[in-house]
């Protein structure tokens, strides 16, 4: 196939690209998970986002999680709605093509260590020098100002460092992590929203002179547990692990109960009505709960008798008598519960796309939800390369010849 004429632009859904960033145009020399979420982020709102990849092995993303027949999954999600390239950064040649990237780019996304972006061209100085209106979104493990800058970190370190796990699990028990990437997550979307933010200032401001974001994973995690450094500073005391409460405002009711049938329920109620709501459900005496201060009192003679309440029924008779009731429940979702749920049918937060490898497979849709002018999830994770041709021909305007030549030196 002649590669200048071929357009993997064309979708494998129905929708196409499109969204509110259409026309954004992004590079991204990240890996695995943080920096890509934030790519994925913009390119689910229609933004051309290039993912460049090592030949031969591509993203470490590409074999990691479960698989079927032999295929990976999670790369066919994180991957979506990007173009990948192969390009080898250790080659003379493939350190120029990236600052042809960079010159084509609105946005570009490093994960690299500091001392290899120096190496290959890829630090803000570079960055700035080639496209002096770029904005760059570095992530690292501490940050470039910090003295570990060039130390190597990931997203469960970022969560360690960040109070977060300190704060999760029971209080006679270990920390815990959360069963997922959560801190290279929270990183990458905090990083679409950086972008974003330094887009509407290059947009609005004359003087604009490129940006330059730097991110370090433990940050958004940090940010995100507003009360823990001022808690410490005014009371001298760091707030400890409380199971399934708030380590420093615990609700009345707020658990996780197991039903007869095996289920699992979270029960919430915070406010003084709705912790009476619980009380009158359970008939316990409302004389008893009338306050918040009794309320808080009470809270762990509460916590039993709703725990046996809980596991003396079904799960669906207790939803349905919390709902008569007023009072804030949920089965705790598995993701058998999400794909059969009917808010998420309604809400259309999971959609099919047609995968190459495996034929129709369900994912999250692009979200938020944009009612006038949505996202779309118009391909699945490509093959290694497969945009090589569209990218580096018709985008960066390189000819079939030197493409021949590069992909025989090893560069693509």
Same mark, same amino acid.
């Given at each position: 196939m002649?590669?200048?004429?071929?357009?993997?632009?064309?979708?494998?859904?129905?929708?196409?690209?499109?969204?509110?960033?259409?026309?954004?145009k992004v590079?991204?020399?990240?890996?695995v998970?943080?920096g890509?979420?934030a790519?994925?982020?913009?390119?689910?709102?229609?933004?051309?986002?290039v993912?460049v990849?090592?030949?031969?092995s591509?993203?470490?993303?590409?074999?990691?999680?479960?698989?079927?027949?032999?295929?990976?999954?999670w790369?066919?999600?994180?991957?979506?709605?990007?173009?990948?390239v192969?390009? @080898?950064?250790?080659?003379?040649?493939?350190r %120029?093509?990236?600052?042809d #990237?960079?010159?084509w780019?609105?946005? &570009? /996304?490093? =994960?690299?260590r500091a001392?290899?972006?120096?190496?290959?061209?890829?630090?803000?100085?570079?960055?700035?020098?080639?496209?002096p209106k770029?904005?760059?979104l570095?992530?690292?493990?501490?940050?470039?100002?910090s003295s570990?800058?060039?130390?190597?970190?990931?997203?469960?370190?970022?969560?360690a460092?960040?109070?977060?796990?300190?704060?999760?699990?029971?209080?006679?028990?270990?920390?815990?992590?959360?069963?997922?990437?959560?801190?290279?997550?929270?990183?990458g979307l905090?990083?679409?929203?950086?972008i974003l933010?330094?887009?509407?200032?290059?947009?609005t401001?004359p003087?604009?002179?490129?940006?330059?974001?730097?991110?370090?994973?433990?940050e958004?995690?940090?940010r995100?547990v507003?009360w823990q450094?001022?808690?410490? @500073?005014?009371l001298?005391?760091?707030?400890? %692990?409380?199971g399934?409460? #708030?380590?420093?405002?615990?609700?009345? &009711? /707020?658990? =996780?109960?197991?039903?007869?049938?095996?289920?699992?329920?979270?029960?919430?109620s915070a406010?003084?009505?709705?912790?009476l709501?619980?009380?009158?459900?359970?008939?316990?005496?409302?004389?008893?709960?009338?306050?918040v201060?009794?309320?808080?009192?009470?809270?762990?003679?509460?916590?039993?008798a709703?725990?046996a309440?809980?596991?003396?029924?079904p799960?669906?008779e207790?939803?349905?008598?919390?709902?008569?009731?007023?009072?804030?429940?949920s089965?705790?979702?598995?993701?058998?519960?999400?794909?059969?749920?009917?808010?998420y049918?309604e809400?259309?937060?999971?959609?099919?796309?047609?995968?190459?490898?495996l034929?129709?497979?369900?994912?999250?849709?692009?979200?938020?939800?944009?009612?006038?002018n949505?996202?779309?999830?118009?391909?699945?994770?490509?093959?290694?390369g497969?945009?090589?041709?569209?990218?580096?021909g018709?985008?960066?305007?390189?000819?079939?010849?030197?493409?021949?030549?590069?992909?025989?030196?090893?560069?693509?």
């Open positions: 002649d590669r200048l004429n071929s357009d993997s632009r064309a979708p494998q859904g129905q929708q196409g690209q499109r969204g509110q960033l259409t026309g954004l590079v991204e020399f990240a890996h998970v943080a890509p979420l790519g994925a982020m913009l390119a689910d709102q229609g933004a051309d986002v993912h990849e090592p030949p031969g591509g993203d470490a993303a590409r074999a990691m999680g479960p698989r079927r027949d032999g295929v990976p999954l790369f066919k999600v994180a991957g979506r709605n990007k173009r990948s192969t390009l @080898d950064l250790h080659h003379e040649e493939g %120029r093509i990236a600052h #990237l960079i010159a780019a609105d946005v &570009v /996304i490093v =994960t690299l001392g290899r972006l120096r190496a290959w061209g890829l630090d803000w100085e570079a960055v700035h020098a080639v496209n770029a904005i760059l570095q992530i690292s493990g501490f940050g470039a100002t570990r800058a060039d130390a190597p970190g990931f997203g469960k370190m970022g969560e460092r960040s109070g977060v796990v300190h704060l999760t699990g029971f209080p006679d028990g270990p920390p815990v992590h959360t069963g997922f990437s959560h801190g290279d997550a929270v990183t905090m990083g679409a929203f950086a933010a330094a887009l509407h200032r290059r947009d401001d003087d604009f002179d490129g940006e330059w974001i730097d991110l370090a994973l433990f958004p995690l940090f995100l507003e450094v001022i808690a410490y @500073d005014q001298g005391a760091a707030p400890e %692990r409380a399934n409460q #708030l380590a420093v405002a615990p609700a009345a &009711v /707020i658990n =996780t109960y197991r039903s007869g049938d095996g289920d699992w329920l979270t029960v919430t406010t003084t009505r709705s912790v709501n619980v009380v009158r459900l359970l008939g316990l005496n409302e004389a008893e709960y009338a306050t201060e009794a309320q808080h009192a009470g809270r762990e003679r509460l916590d039993h709703l725990r309440w809980v596991a003396a029924r799960a669906e207790c939803l349905a008598a919390f709902e008569r009731a007023e009072v804030v429940a089965r705790v979702f598995s993701a058998a519960d999400i794909v059969a749920d009917p808010v049918a809400r259309e937060d999971i959609v099919t796309v047609d995968d190459p490898d034929g129709p497979v369900r994912m999250q849709a692009a979200l938020p939800h944009f009612r006038r949505p996202g779309a999830v118009w391909r699945t994770g490509p093959a290694l497969a945009d090589n041709g569209l990218v580096y018709r985008w960066l305007g390189i000819d079939e010849e030197r493409l021949t030549k590069l992909e025989g030196q090893g560069v693509i």
